[in-house]
């Protein structure tokens, strides 16, 4: 149920004399954030804006992934929004917080992802992800600065890190879909041996800035046809090639993005961070294998959250992209030349057969 009174003084703050007409609830994600469009009237108001509600309790400031245990003193998405802002990044703006009663005001960006303008116009794809691979390199090379006022310097997707995130891709991800509760702990120590060594591989790239959730779904054309960022608030510090691997490989994006795209993507992102000075320090040769990695070790660990929330959390929707997830996977793990790992992933879950 939308607090209709708490928009409206919310939206009267921000623009004086402006009244809220038409209140929208946009579709739940896998976010605890809820998201309503408001149509505006008055007051020098732009026709609409979207208010982000906060989950209670002070949880906006509490990164959503599992993190390696910094602590936000400021609602992430504020701080995030006006550093990236402040170097460039195309992000949305914010017009009002009000952390206390749980809810932010920021530019409606429309509704056309970049998901359904790849698949709307494959003429205007190879621009389109080049254009994204771009964006994703402004941001990555922004590790550069080490600014301690941006809290994703305070953070870093580390090795421990990524153990528990492949915990929970055990657990959770090679567990029967119609499982009601995990696989038990340390009891596959074959599987187990064999995801740490992908996992160390992942925490072995380079660090850059890390979006964390970098894909075709959180990037939108706004009405002037420019792509912008969103979802941006549990940046991290971490391996360089991630968001790329998530680009590419998120739920069903292969619908849109096969190895000639990917290459592409590849070329764009490593000129994108060339042309602004940045040296990630990987050899040209290397470059497709880390990605390979990285797209494994991103749809393993998605596979695991997207199973997680079905059994803890009853949002059951995302089990659809599944299989797909787990086919791209394998066939990553296959070209990267680690068959051990595919062959243990496919003896333990039809998904991967």
């Avoid at 915990?167 to 090679?174: D, K, P, Q, W």
Wanted: aromatic share 6%.
């Amino acid at each position: 149920m939308v607090d209709r009174e708490l928009l409206e003084d919310a939206a009267g703050r921000c623009w004086p004399g402006a009244t809220l007409g038409a209140c929208h609830l946009l579709p739940a994600d896998a976010s605890a954030r809820t998201y309503v469009r408001l149509e505006l009237l008055g007051g020098a108001a732009p026709p609409t804006c979207l208010a982000m509600l906060l989950p209670p309790g002070g949880a906006g400031r509490a990164c959503e992934e599992i993190t390696s245990g910094a602590v936000a003193t400021e609602l992430p998405f504020a701080n995030l929004q006006r550093f990236l802002r402040q170097h460039g990044v195309a992000v949305p703006e914010i017009f009002l917080i009000d952390e206390g009663r749980g809810v932010l005001l920021e530019e409606d960006l429309g509704d056309l992802p970049l998901a359904d303008a790849l698949l709307a116009d494959p003429a205007r794809r190879p621009a389109l992800l080049r254009e994204a691979a771009d964006l994703l390199a402004g941001m990555a090379s922004l590790v550069a600065l080490a600014d301690p006022s941006c809290v994703a310097f305070h953070d870093r997707y580390d090795g421990p890190l990524i153990a528990r995130e492949l915990e929970v891709s055990r657990r959770y991800g090679l567990a029967p879909i119609d499982a009601v509760s995990p696989l038990p702990a340390n009891a596959d120590p074959e599987i187990d041996r064999l995801l740490r060594r992908l996992g160390d591989a992942i925490g072995a790239q380079p660090l850059v800035l890390m979006h964390r959730d970098y894909h075709a779904w959180n990037l939108h054309l706004d009405p002037r046809g420019r792509l912008r960022l969103l979802d941006f608030q549990d940046a991290v510090l971490g391996p360089a090639l991630y968001d790329l691997a998530s680009l590419a490989s998120d739920r069903d994006s292969d619908r849109f993005i096969g190895q000639a795209e990917e290459d592409l993507m590849l070329e764009a992102w490593a000129a994108g961070l060339a042309r602004r000075g940045f040296d990630p320090g990987i050899a040209a040769h290397e470059l497709r294998k880390l990605f390979l990695e990285a797209v494994a070790y991103r749809t393993l660990r998605v596979i695991g959250r997207f199973q997680f929330l079905a059994m803890e959390k009853g949002k059951t929707s995302y089990l659809r992209f599944l299989p797909r997830m787990a086919q791209r996977s394998r066939r990553a793990l296959e070209e990267s030349g680690d068959a051990q790992l595919a062959a243990a992933l496919a003896e333990r879950s039809v998904h991967f057969r």
